[in-house]
């Protein structure tokens, strides 16, 4: 039997140089049908349009679908929060992934390729930045999921992506268990952030320091010291209720995030003993590690 229409449609949209093509060409290749710089006025009659063909085709596997809408639409694209509510009230209203980044990490990468912002106009790179922040702010509070791709290459957020639309096994609920440095900056998608730097830091010893949570020698380092096991053992419990709720809500995906200074030991050690705690029968869990290597 076929899913609705909103399960099967999803509008990728979010900042520009926050990796959109990116996670377009991830679902492309999963064999979506990818429409990219769609003009918000004509997503109700893209999906009716889906949903005909899914209700005609006999077997019934016509391909997921997924519209790129962003501000490259510019005045068209002011009537985007409307068309979004008069689908919900029709109850056609696809999932909303929200790409971000940093103001750093965006300029960064405008500046990587030398192309201008889209809305920069005759201002500064920065100026187009903040007027899409002011113009998306709306559409953000409303996203389904909120992707946080400062940290991430090319090939993480590929696979982060990818998990996030994967489609088998029987699990309810994907929770994307991310280690961090706190002297990069908190994840802007994390939706639970725990702090692992009450614990000594294994930098500090001559023999770890090189290595990663990664080590054996390194997690047993960690989970030796007091408070260590109990504290994810109280994360668990913690989540128990939260899964719970996400499940009767339809939510799909969560991000928890797991810090320490430098996203090399403690939280990376910490990350992969929480995701083995909370994968279940409902739950799979994957592993991001966003700052590794970055020291």
């Known amino acids: 039997m076929s899913q609705p229409p909103g399960q099967r449609m999803v509008v990728l949209t979010g900042m520009s140089g926050a990796g959109r093509s ?13 429409v990219d710089n769609l003009p918000p006025q004509m997503l109700p009659a893209l999906m009716e349009l ?15 679908l997924a519209a790129v809408v962003d501000v490259r639409s510019h005045g068209i694209f002011a009537d985007f929060n409307s068309i979004l509510s ?7 209203r696809p999932r ?12 960064r990468r405008f500046e990587s390729v030398r192309r201008p912002h889209p809305l920069q106009g005759r201002g500064r790179l920065l100026d187009g930045i903040l007027r899409e922040r002011q113009l998306l702010g709306e559409l953000r509070s409303e996203a389904d999921v909120i992707l946080d791709t400062s940290g991430l290459n090319v090939h993480q957020l590929s696979a982060k992506v990818s998990s996030l639309f994967e489609d088998g096994g029987r699990a309810q609920l994907r929770i ?3 280690s961090f440095g706190f002297k990069y900056g908190v994840p802007l998608d994390a939706d639970f952030v725990h702090d692992m730097r009450f614990l000594p830091n294994p930098f500090w010893v ?7 949570g990664r080590d054996a020698p390194v997690a047993d380092y960690v989970f030796a010291q007091p408070g260590a096991v109990e504290f994810v053992e109280g994360v668990v419990d913690l989540m128990q209720p939260a899964v719970e709720g996400y499940v009767r809500e339809g939510r799909r995906y969560v991000t928890v995030a797991v810090g320490c200074t430098g ?3 403690r939280s990376v050690a910490t990350a992969e003993r929480l995701a083995r705690m909370l994968a279940s029968d409902r739950v799979e869990t994957f592993v ?4 590794l290597g970055r020291e």
Not at 86 to 92: D, M, P, V, Y
Request: hydrophobic share 40%; proline share 5%.
């Open 96 to 107: 909303i992934v929200f790409l971000d980044a940093t103001d750093e990490a965006l300029v």
């Open 288 to 291: 991001v590690h966003r700052d």
């Open 176 to 178: 994307a268990v991310m």
């Open 50 to 64: 889906h949903a005909d063909y899914d209700r005609r085709l006999a077997d019934g596997v016509v391909p997921a």
């Open 86 to 92: 008069e689908l919900s009230r029709s109850g056609h």
């Open 263 to 265: 996203g090399k030991h």
């Open 206 to 212: 001559p023999e770890l320091r090189p290595l990663t």
């Open 22 to 34: 990116t996670a377009a060409n991830v679902l492309e290749d999963r064999g979506w049908y990818v």
